[in-house]
């Protein structure tokens, strides 16, 4: 399964290979190696860093009420 999902076959194909008909099962077989976490964090901090600096950040009008 492992080896399925690292050659970059869809889930719902490896499934149908190996004849696992859920995806729990799927998952009890499909081990993730240590390097393969340690990728998955490299690009998730290149996304954050590519990610414009930018904030939207807009400033609301507070209306206070004229009685006080």
């Known amino acids: 399964m492992s080896n ?3 050659a970059g076959l869809d889930p719902a194909m490896a499934m149908r290979i ?10 009890r077989y499909s081990i993730i190696r240590e390097q393969e976490i340690a990728a998955g964090l490299e ?3 290149a996304y954050v860093d590519a990610l414009p600096s930018t904030t939207n950040i807009v400033r609301l009008r507070v209306e206070r009420n004229a009685s006080r």
Do not use: E, Y
Not at 18 to 27: F, N, P, V
């Open 18 to 27: 190996s004849g696992h008909r859920t995806r729990s099962m799927l998952d």
């Open 4 to 6: 399925m999902i690292r």
């Open 43 to 45: 690009k998730t901090a």
